[in-house]
């Protein structure tokens, strides 16, 4: 079994900074990407940001110059500090590990709980 546990979200106002985590833990081989996605009430879940093992970062352009994803491969944990909040960032944030949990596996989804983040004006 896998799991993504994540924490760090929160009420926060407007201008404010908040940190989310993300740690995998059971049977993991490797990982090659971990992920930042949203979700606001009533729309589809977007990409926020992610990062591959080679440290290649990619960011949605509304968070550019605002968050900052950042991992540790070897500890199999994901971060994202997310400064300049503003109300449009109001959603729930979810991780995700493409894991592979054998060196004979193939890689597959996997996906945190997710944690709510509510920016206020």
């Known amino acids: 079994q896998v799991q993504l546990v994540e924490s760090g979200g929160g009420l926060v106002q407007a201008g404010g900074s908040l940190r989310l985590s993300c740690a995998a833990s059971?049977?993991?081989?490797?990982?090659?990407?971990m992920a930042w996605y949203r979700q606001a009430p009533g729309k589809q879940r977007d990409l926020v940001a992610q990062?591959?093992?080679?440290?290649?970062?990619n960011y949605a352009d509304s968070v550019k110059g605002r968050f900052t994803i950042s991992s540790d491969f070897a500890k199999n944990t994901l971060y994202m500090q997310m400064n300049s909040l503003t109300p449009e960032d109001t959603a729930v944030y979810y991780c995700?590990?493409?894991?592979?949990?054998?060196?004979?596996?193939?890689?597959?989804?996997?996906w945190g709980q997710g944690t709510q983040v509510t920016v206020s004006s």
């Open positions: 059971g049977s993991v081989s490797s990982i090659n990407t």
């Open positions: 990062i591959s093992s080679r440290g290649i970062t």
């Open positions: 995700y590990f493409h894991i592979r949990r054998s060196m004979a596996g193939v890689y597959r989804d996997y």
